[in-house]
């Protein structure tokens, strides 16, 4: 069977192809990061106008690339939510018309689902259960995974997104958009042991996370740095760059932490990172440590960290095989909790 996978819930416009015989066949994406940087965030507007007019030349690239004809897709997957309603009416109209001509079935896919289950893109994947932390501008969260369809939330944010504490604090120091990848090379060449930061809610026993609070604390130390009279323009510059450096590491603490207690509570010894902030190099070494403790942790490959079509494709085919599709009406959630779909909910 091979599924077209359209993602468009915020600002990237991600076309697969994927083949349950064969893997994935194809994928292309465009990202709008330009279009929203001189406004410095993502406008709903600009995002929904701007997938209405990639999504058909990306379709036909993923065609000409897998060398197949619009005919030979047996059923197309798009992502219904979470997401801005307008991204999400995009590509679920374009989803709902393209399978009425095929006269194949069509599925509205859960987005978080999608990066929950990119790993399972790559040659070693991971196998279930499993921990799943999803870090993104929009979610934290760590998932016991049983199976496919099969979640269960274990911890969450209770304010801001990692990703979003990320940009929110790249904002504050005068970087570019999107913050969050502009702050971690910023902290490249900073010290993280110059400012001192603290690690919300590592001392309670639950797995939720708090990202205001240091996103708060990083802008105070900042305003009080500012406010001498005597800096100069050096000093400022590694002072922004020490204090990148504490805020990431600050993050990264508290993920691989909560994740560590996820794991000792689960009885699993498997994590998944995935979602935007798992391409973060400094996770990503920190998250290969739990090895030494008889860990596996396992990632999606870089390019399928961010929003993307082989996500959608991957996670619609596993659930099309079980016999599941959406019926002709276009129904988008642009709120939609997880664990809403254990066991087929």
């Known amino acids: 069977m091979i599924t077209l996978g359209i993602e468009s819930s915020c600002d990237e416009t991600g076309l697969a192809l994927y083949c349950t015989e064969r893997g994935l066949l194809a994928h ?28 058909v030349p990306l379709t036909r690239q993923v065609c000409r690339e897998a060398a197949i004809e619009l005919g030979d897709i047996d059923a197309v997957a798009y992502t219904a939510g979470p997401g801005l309603a307008g991204a999400l009416l995009t590509g679920a109209m374009m989803a709902r018309g ?9 599925l509205g896919v859960h987005h978080l689902e999608g990066h929950v289950l990119a790993p399972m893109l790559e040659p070693e994947a991971p196998e279930f259960p499993f921990v ?8 934290t969260q760590l998932i016991h995974v049983q199976a496919p369809g099969d979640y269960r939330l274990l911890g969450e944010s209770i304010d ?12 504050m120091l005068g970087l ?10 910023l902290a490249q060449s900073g010290n993280c042991e110059v400012v ?14 708090s990202f205001s609070g240091l996103k708060t604390a990083a ?8 406010d001498r009279t005597d800096v100069t323009d050096e000093e400022l510059g590694q002072f922004k760059a020490d204090l990148a450096a504490a805020f990431e590491q600050a993050v990264v603490d508290v993920l691989i932490g909560k994740s560590r207690r996820a794991l000792r509570q689960t009885g699993l010894s498997r994590l998944v990172i995935s979602g935007g902030v798992s391409a973060n ?19 999606p490959r870089l390019e399928f960290c961010t929003d993307n079509g082989a996500m959608i494709a991957l996670a619609g085919a596993s659930r099309l095989q079980r016999g599941e599709k959406s019926d002709l009406a276009v129904s988008v959630k642009p709120r939609w909790p997880l664990e809403s779909l254990m066991m087929g909910q």
């Open 28 to 55: 292309a994406l465009f990202s709008q990061v330009d279009l929203h940087a001189l406004y410095g965030g993502v406008v709903p507007e600009l995002a929904s106008r701007d997938h209405v007019r990639r999504l």
């Open 132 to 139: 799943c932390l999803l870090v993104s501008g929009g979610h």
């Open 281 to 299: 190099r400094q996770l990503r070494e920190a998250a290969d440590s739990l090895e030494s403790e008889g860990m596996q942790v396992f990632y």
């Open 98 to 106: 393209l399978a009425w001509s095929l006269q194949c079935p069509a």
């Open 219 to 226: 802008i105070t130390r900042f305003k009080a740095f500012t």
């Open 196 to 209: 001192s930061l603290p690690r919300p809610m590592m001392d309670r026993a639950d797995l939720d996370f």
């Open 160 to 171: 801001d997104a990692a990703g979003e504490a990320f940009d929110k604090t790249a904002k």
């Open 176 to 185: 570019s958009y999107p913050g969050g990848p502009a702050l971690s090379k």
